[in-house]
């Protein structure tokens, strides 16, 4: 049989794929210590499971609106207004089934083949992949470490071409950690308004677990606010991520484009996962708090473990649950069986040595990295730091 071409446009994801073979070694009885995949190691709080429950109880077991409840898009333009100060109305808001097809939505809705879409390195793996799979041409800026991987206006200035559609990109950051503040949005703000064909699509959903400040985005600045697309969902901030539940904050026009893709793709999602969103939107955040308070503090001892390993360069993350250290000292040793020739070959070392799971770094646009999360108990992570560290004593 002849498949279709689509599916050579594309990669699998790297960070399915580690955790694929994480879980390949699990059967096989090696105790695998998982730092690859971007999951809170917490239970979804009590009172949203309750509100599922009573969902149930309820029978809220019919098909939904393809765009989502109403009183649950209220919710969402509750919470943008609580917690980020923005004005929007139900008709701006599309929720789907997670943040994943809340970006495939919104890029399979603004990019046509041949449309330029700037993404800053590091990226999340997905991006570039949705790009390709609606055949655009993804246009990379690479970031230093120096600059805590984030861009410039001049550097956003230097990307933009008469063939750009759309800039794409995330703060918190995964994998860096990087966290815009307010006065380096509103640089980039500048260079948009000099372009006003270009759309904004802005990941938020890290928006929580952020060790700086109050998450600040880019929506704020009202002459630009229509042409950004907020991109938020329940997985991270909320312990939710096998509820798959993510939602857009759009210009209506986009909403509504995003909406009769949806429509084809999958309608409306899981009835029950929105009812309990509305009890996470609009309920108090304190088990959101507590759960930020945790993850502060495997940063914290995170950050210790990793600048006691020599040939190790890593910026401090202001956000998400990962640390994203430039591993390249490491390339051209050996332990005499395995030589380490990049980033991917000192994941799969560390992987089949040292049992600790990771993810390469140019899956996100990075070679010379590596992606190690902390979304793990405070034990898990002091045991895999150090079999890491034993494992790599072991190149010389």
């Known amino acids: 049989m002849q498949l279709s071409s689509l599916l050579q446009r594309f990669n699998e994801p790297e960070t399915l794929k580690m955790a694929k073979l ?149 703060s918190p950051c995964n994998p860096s950690g990087a966290v815009y503040s307010k006065e380096e949005l509103s640089a980039l703000a500048d260079v948009f308004r000099k372009h006003p064909n270009i759309a904004i699509i802005s990941d938020e959903i890290y928006e929580y677990i952020n060790f700086a400040a109050k998450n600040e985005s880019i929506a704020q600045f009202d002459d630009i606010k229509d042409r950004v697309v907020i991109v938020n969902g329940l997985s991270k901030g909320f312990a939710m991520t096998g509820w798959r539940l993510g939602y857009i904050a759009a210009h209506p026009e986009i909403a509504k484009a995003t909406e009769k893709i949806q429509g084809q793709f999958t309608s409306g999602t899981n009835s029950i996962a929105q009812r309990a969103a509305i009890v996470a939107l609009t309920a108090d955040l304190e088990p959101s708090r507590k759960m930020v308070e945790e993850f502060t503090a495997r940063r914290k001892k995170v950050m210790q473990l990793v600048n006691e390993i020599d040939g190790f360069s890593c910026v401090h993350p202001q956000g998400a649950f990962y640390i994203f250290p430039d591993v390249s000292s490491y390339f051209g040793k050996s332990n005499g069986e395995t030589t380490i020739s990049n980033a991917n070959d000192l994941c799969m070392y560390l992987l089949n040595t040292a049992h600790v799971s990771s993810v390469m770094g140019d899956a996100f ?32």
């Open 365 to 396: 646009g990075e070679p010379n990295c590596v992606r190690f999360s902390f979304a793990n108990s405070m034990q898990n992570i002091e045991k895999a730091w150090a079999r890491i560290k034993d494992a790599l004593n072991k190149l010389k």
């Open 22 to 170: 994480g879980r390949e070694l699990r059967a096989k009885g090696i105790d695998v210590i998982d730092l690859s995949l971007g999951e809170p190691d917490f239970d979804t709080p009590e009172h949203i499971k309750q509100a599922a429950i009573k969902a149930i109880n309820d029978n809220w077991s019919h098909y939904t609106p393809v765009p989502g409840y109403l009183d649950l898009r209220e919710a969402v333009c509750t919470k943008l207004k609580r917690d980020n100060n923005l004005d929007y109305k139900p008709e701006n808001i599309v929720v789907s089934t997670g943040a994943k097809q809340s970006l495939a939505n919104t890029i399979l809705a603004l990019v046509d083949k041949g449309d330029e879409v700037i993404i800053p390195t590091p990226y999340w793996v997905t991006y570039s992949e949705l790009v390709k799979l609606a055949e655009g041409k993804v246009v990379e800026i690479r970031t230093k470490p120096e600059d805590d991987f984030k861009i410039s206006p001049q550097q956003l200035e230097a990307a933009i071409t008469p063939k750009t559609k759309a800039f794409l990109f995330s």
